[in-house]
């Protein structure tokens, strides 16, 4: 089962979480995409730009972090950070 945890946070609190749950076969990678798009949908966000520090990161850590600048649109928090939780 892969599992990836979203979190908003504003002032260093959690806002809001989601946790969605994947038991496809599919790549890791669309898995993740797939993951976040879903997370992005239940929360009422917009889908955030990969940028290369963001990719960097997800790889090194199977977490990362998306700021305002990862949007197009305005956010009323601080940042959307993903992590992988559990994977197959």
Known sequence: ????WAKTFKNTHLVKDVCIEDPSTDTRTHKVFCA????CNEMD???PIWLDKTVSDFKRFAKTRFYQ???METIDFDYLEIQVIEED
Do not use: E, V, W
């Not at 089962?1 to 990836?4: D, G, K, V, Y």
């Open 45 to 47: 966000l917009g889908s």
């Open 1 to 4: 089962m892969f599992r990836l």
């Open 69 to 71: 600048d990862n949007f």
């Open 36 to 39: 976040l798009q879903k997370a």
